[in-house]
């Protein structure tokens, strides 16, 4: 009984360990640092950039980076440009605009809204709902909008 016993605990830990070994290797971020500041990261402080996960050592910096993820982008060693083809420039996933239409800073690719047909990009949520709460008010500072015909 003690072999029995035994051997369904191995094979019961073995699955416990392979399983969140498994779910730990897709969702560890890419770097071990903070880019911020150079301190451990710490689980559940992440953000995805460019379809890889950088890891942050408190939300403070998560919010630091969102706010201007190009500034600190280039401090994360292990993050690999993604090369584009001539058929990849031209992406329709893209927002229409560089700069913040509210603040005028770069935008965060992540934070975006579709108005009209056409991707609108933001520095920060807190732009982004601004403008979701009153479009109207805000477009006009997109330069890059292109009005529909017979509007």
């Not at 035994?6 to 071990?32: C, E, M, Q, R, Y």
């Not at 995805?48 to 994360?76: A, R, S």
């Amino acid at each position: 009984m003690k072999t029995f016993v035994s051997a369904v605990s191995l094979v019961v830990l073995t699955v416990v360990f392979a399983g969140s070994a498994a779910a730990d290797s897709f969702d560890d971020p890419i770097n071990k640092k903070c880019p911020l500041t150079g301190k451990d990261i710490v689980a559940g402080r992440t953000v995805e950039y460019e379809k890889q996960l950088i890891g942050f050592c408190c939300q403070d910096c998560v919010g630091k980076f969102e706010g201007d993820p190009k500034k600190f982008i280039n401090k994360v060693k292990e993050f690999k440009k993604k090369k584009s083809s001539p058929a990849e420039e031209i992406s329709f996933d893209d927002p229409i605009n560089k700069t913040c239409p509210l603040t005028g800073k770069d935008i965060n690719p992540t934070k975006t809204v579709e108005y009209e047909k056409q991707l609108i990009g933001f520095c920060c949520d807190d732009c982004k709902g601004k403008f979701e709460s009153d479009p109207k008010k805000y477009i006009g500072k997109v330069k890059e909008f292109k009005k529909k015909k017979g509007a």
